[in-house]
């Protein structure tokens, strides 16, 4: 099977985590400034209200963030095995020619 050009890999894989690493930098900035808002809302009215309208959004963001560490940490296991397969297969060849040379 032959290897996907480094231009593909940037394409498929590099490119599109870029785009969701930014992506993810806004949806902090959007929460910081919400968890600003709270912050003040709570102090100025009672914050059981307060709990009790947000606590649905709150726990499906805890869920989806769980989620998305779980999927980072699948990817990261995936390449860092592929890149010691990789590695491992590149001196078993270099290993191999060496030998043919000596015969």
């Known amino acids: 099977m032959t290897e996907p050009s480094p231009a593909n890999l940037e394409l498929a ?9 930014n992506q993810l930098a806004r949806i902090e900035a959007d929460l910081r400034f919400l968890s600003m808002k709270a912050s003040a809302y709570s102090k100025e ?14 726990e499906k963001i805890n869920e989806v ?21 990789g590695k491992s297969s590149g001196e078993r060849a270099s290993r191999k020619s060496s030998a043919d040379r000596d015969d």
Do not use: Y
């Not at 894989?13 to 690493?21: C, E, F, Q, S």
């Open 45 to 58: 009215r009672e914050s059981g209200q307060l709990a009790a309208k947000v606590s649905g959004g709150l």
């Open 65 to 85: 963030l769980d989620l998305i560490r779980g999927l980072v940490a699948d990817m990261e296991a995936n390449i860092q095995a592929a890149s010691l397969t």
């Open 13 to 21: 894989i590099a490119l599109p985590l870029g785009v969701v690493a």
